[in-house]
């Protein structure tokens, strides 16, 4: 039988980490460019999925020595590729019991609005009381209103089980299933500000803040400086005084270069479109987990704490230092393998 229960289990035999179910009338009063209602007129409910990043993915980049783990497994292969296939399996499950549902997965760059909630000038509403293609869902207020966890000051969406260790993948449906209560439980952000003290860019402005109301709750969080975060997330930071042989140029036409927190000359290649994370979330994911874990809120629990060591920056001023065991002196093994 199809209930609440049965589709839970599906989805955490599919591989989903923790999933949680929303009625539809908890979006009740979402501008029409975010509502489920507009892709699925007939919707009952809103299946919320969690896709845990492994912590070991942010070990490289905590350690300053390999940065594409975090940024494909724990970024653009959980949300391209594994997530899609739970959603997809989990769709399958529902439809064979005669329910339609959309695997919604992580489709951002189709949106029709920028971050800002601004529409792009890419397309146009095919008709009256129609959004313009492509709605876009809201992940985390979906994740929120299914009853998956708390939005942080940050923005980032917190979790008892992980933190703010996740990505949020959602399955719109006909069916209509017994809904999770809105997240109660233990208060996960505690304003500590650790994600603003340890953000590279300062993209957070604690005295800005943007409150929303979501199903009668107010829920409330920093204002962020997208651009500022979108060129520090890459490593750079904008400085048209340097020299243009050293740096490269972004999309806004500033001359950039890479900032404390990146080791890269240049950004390197995406990997699963995304491939690009290199501040390694400093801030809202890594400084955000260590005061979490430390307070003991989050159940995923480690033997060791995350960070280990000092952390490290780059100075981009002085010498490289020299590598103290360079490749060229190890006799490789592969010289064994025919
Ligand atoms: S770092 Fe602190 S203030 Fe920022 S989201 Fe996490 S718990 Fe909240
Ligand atoms: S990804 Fe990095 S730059 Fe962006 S808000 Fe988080 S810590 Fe700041």
């Known amino acids: 039988m199809l209930s609440a229960d049965n ?4 989805a955490k035999a599919l591989g989903a980490d923790i999933v949680s179910i929303g009625s539809i009338d908890r979006w009740e009063g979402a501008p029409r460019q975010m509502d489920p209602r507009q892709i699925m007129p007939e919707a009952r409910s809103v299946i ?4 845990r990043v492994m912590r070991g993915s942010l070990r490289g980049v905590e350690e300053g020595t390999f940065f594409s783990n975090y940024s494909s497994m724990g970024y653009g292969g959980l949300n391209w590729l594994y997530m899609p296939m739970v959603s997809i399996n989990l769709a399958k499950h529902i439809e064979d019991r005669g329910f339609e549902a959309v695997p919604y997965g992580h489709l951002s760059p189709w ?3 920028n971050n800002d909630g601004s529409l792009r000038d890419r397309s146009r509403p095919a008709g009256h009381g129609k959004a313009a ?5 809201h992940l985390r207020i979906a994740a929120f209103l299914c009853g998956l966890g708390e939005i ?5 969406f917190l979790t008892p089980q992980f933190g703010p260790r996740q990505r949020i993948g959602i399955l719109i449906t006909e069916a209509e299933f017994e809904p999770d209560p809105i997240y109660d439980g233990l208060q996960l952000c505690d304003r500590c500000l650790e994600c603003v003290k340890a953000c590279p860019i300062g993209a957070f402005d604690p005295q800005k803040t943007v409150k929303v109301n979501l199903a009668g709750r107010e829920v409330e969080w ?3 400086d997208l651009a500022a975060c979108a060129m520090a997330f890459r490593g750079a930071q904008i400085d048209d ?8 140029v972004n999309h806004a036409g500033h001359r950039t270069r890479p900032g404390w927190w990146s080791p890269f000359k240049k950004k390197p290649g995406n990997i699963y479109t995304h491939g690009q994370a290199i501040c390694g979330a400093r801030g809202c994911m890594r400084a955000c987990m260590i005061n979490l874990e ?6 995923n629990q480690f033997e060791k704490p995350f960070r280990r060591r000092k952390p490290w920056s780059v100075d981009w001023t002085a010498e490289p230092p020299e590598s103290e065991d360079p490749v060229k002196d190890w006799t490789p093994q592969s010289e064994n393998i025919k």
Request: glycine share 8%; proline share 3%; aromatic share 8%.
């Open 133 to 137: 293609p492509d709605v876009m869902v």
């Open 7 to 10: 589709v839970k289990k599906k």
């Open 241 to 248: 005084d340097v020299d243009e042989e050293d740096s490269y």
């Open 294 to 299: 430390e307070r003991g809120v989050v159940e």
């Open 48 to 51: 919320a999925m969690g896709f």
């Open 152 to 156: 942080g000051f940050s923005k980032i």
């Open 111 to 113: 949106r029709a609005i």
């Open 222 to 224: 920093m204002d962020l």
